[in-house]
């Protein structure tokens, strides 16, 4: 069974990763011809794919071979939700660590907690709005009214912050799987990937769709892309 899931995670990862490019080169399309109407459709479509590429890539993660026992990925699917799910996951990979450095334990499972929920569980909380049809004005979870927290966060989610998710989420995830399947290697290869990260979320903090246009805009494939469709007009 454990592999079976596998495997079929796997073959899903895959072919979501495809769809992931095929909606970037979209995103640049629609950039080049300034239909910023369709950037908009392709933003929210993107942030079911994060989630959907993340519910997956969780499948595929806890049931790596010899990973997790049939017990412990029993504990873990039989949480309420996602963010248990993932927390239950935190707390069973560590576990297999031989270490007598609990200090050292608990500071990376703060870290790696606080990217959980910044970079995994609220974006996930979005999609469920996008999911449910809230493209616009996203309601709280009665129905009863319009939730204006969250509503802000819709209107300033757009490609690029998607795009950063899926970085994060991929160095988070490496950190967990090296847990779970490299205990040796984990000690010398946590700090790099995690410096990495850190890195990687301060120098993009300023990045944003308008930021993608303009390197877009400016390029010189852009210019001959431009040109050419140009003479095709005259």
């Avoid at 979870?141 to 757009?158: F, H, R, V, Y």
Wanted: hydrophobic content about 35%.
């Amino acid at each position: 069974m454990t592999e079976e899931v596998f495997i079929a995670s796997t073959k899903n990862l895959r072919d979501l990763k495809k769809q992931k490019n095929r909606i970037s080169a979209l995103v640049n399309r629609a950039i080049r011809e300034k239909k910023d109407s369709d950037l908009i459709s392709l933003t929210k479509v993107y942030a079911l794919l994060y989630s959907a590429y993340v519910e997956t890539s969780f499948l595929k993660l806890i049931h790596t071979p010899n990973a997790f026992s049939e017990s412990e990925i029993t504990q873990i699917m039989a949480q309420h939700n996602l963010e248990q799910k993932w927390i239950k996951c935190v707390e069973l990979a560590f576990n297999k660590l031989n270490t007598n450095n609990l200090g050292g334990v608990a500071n990376k499972k703060q870290t790696l907690n606080r990217l959980l929920q910044e970079y995994i569980i609220k974006p996930s909380q979005i999609r469920n709005k996008v999911a449910h049809g809230q493209w616009i004005y996203c309601l709280n979870n009665e129905c009863t009214k319009i939730n204006q927290n969250t509503t802000s966060q819709m209107a300033d989610l757009d490609f690029v912050k998607i795009e950063r998710y899926f970085y994060i989420y991929d160095k988070f995830h490496q950190c967990i799987l090296d847990l779970l399947v490299s205990h040796k290697t984990h000690y010398r290869d946590y700090y790099q990937i995690i410096t990495e990260l850190q890195n990687y979320v301060d120098s993009t903090k300023s990045w944003s769709l308008e930021t993608k246009k303009a390197k877009i805009l400016s390029c010189s494939k852009y210019q001959n892309y431009k040109k050419f469709n140009d003479r095709i007009v005259l």
